[in-house]
Nanobody
Framework: QVQLVESGGGSVQAGGSLRLSCAASGYTYSWYCMAWFRQAPGKEREGVASIDDYHSTRYADSVKGRLTISQDKATNTLYLQMNSLKPEDTAMYYC??????????????????WGQGTQVTVSS
């Protein structure tokens, strides 16, 4: 059974950094597209960053230059390095993956597998 388990969330002051991890297990094929989404209270879930099998990346405009997505295929782990954090980055962060190609955007319906989420709280 495919499992995605996030870790690394926490509380940090504005300007600080966090590194989220997503450990993937329970499959034999390589993911073709992996991504991070986030959902703040009272808001819809939004795509933050995606990475494909060729390590091509895509970012939401709101996080460009501050957040970096990467993956380690040897350990089946996805990462999100988060620097210069802002209070508006406060949200539950979710790891997502699919065996299909990444779509033209970072869209929920392109991903069939999801983790349970890890909370990130940024105080001013």
């Amino acid at each position: 059974q495919v499992q995605l388990v996030e870790s690394g969330g926490g509380s940090v002051q504005a300007g600080g950094s966090l590194r989220l991890s997503c450990a993937a297990s329970g499959y034999t094929y390589s993911w073709y597209c992996m991504a991070w989404f986030r959902q703040a209270p009272g808001k819809e879930r939004e795509g933050v960053a995606s990475i494909d099998d060729y390590h091509s990346t895509r970012y939401a405009d709101s996080v460009k230059g501050r957040l970096t997505i990467s993956q380690d295929k040897a350990t089946n782990t996805l990462y999100l390095q988060m620097n210069s954090l802002k209070p508006e980055d406060t949200a539950m962060y979710y790891c997502a993956a699919d065996f299909a190609r990444c779509g033209p955007g970072i869209r929920e319906h392109d991903f069939g597998y999801w983790g349970q989420g890890t909370q990130v709280t940024v105080s001013s």
